[in-house]
């Protein structure tokens, strides 16, 4: 099983950046994708970025393309999502998940003010 630990959130002006990590841990080898994740309040968790191990392909929701670059680390097993421009719809908790899927992490709070 594949543990997964979320971090950087934190409380940022519309127009800021963050950077978020998501550090995996366990039986990583099985591990080909790793996703990014985003749950507001009342609303469906939705896919916000992801990245390929095995040839590097990205892929971005359309919301936040052009702002947010999903990058990783392999030698670490951490996983990056650069956000800028950050806007008060990108609010939420921001989870991290894996292919094949694994057990949630605790997520990491981004609260984006206007």
């Known amino acids: 099983q594949v543990q997964l630990v979320e971090s950087g959130g934190g409380l940022v002006q519309a127009g800021g950046s963050l950077s978020l990590s998501c550090a995996a841990s366990?039986?990583?080898?099985?591990?080909?994708?790793m996703n990014w994740f985003r749950q507001a309040p009342g609303k469906e968790r939705e896919f916000v970025a992801g990245?390929?191990?095995?040839?590097?392909?990205?892929s971005y929701a359309s919301s936040v393309k052009g702002r947010f670059t999903i990058s990783r680390d392999s030698a670490k097993n951490t996983v990056y999502l650069q956000m800028i421009s950050l806007k008060p719809e990108d609010t939420a908790v921001y989870y991290c998940?894996?292919?094949?899927?694994?057990?949630w992490g605790q997520g990491t709070q981004v609260t984006v003010s206007s």
């Open positions: 990245i390929n191990f095995v040839g590097g392909y990205t």
């Open positions: 366990g039986r990583t080898f099985s591990v080909h994708t």
């Open positions: 998940n894996t292919l094949p899927p694994t057990p």
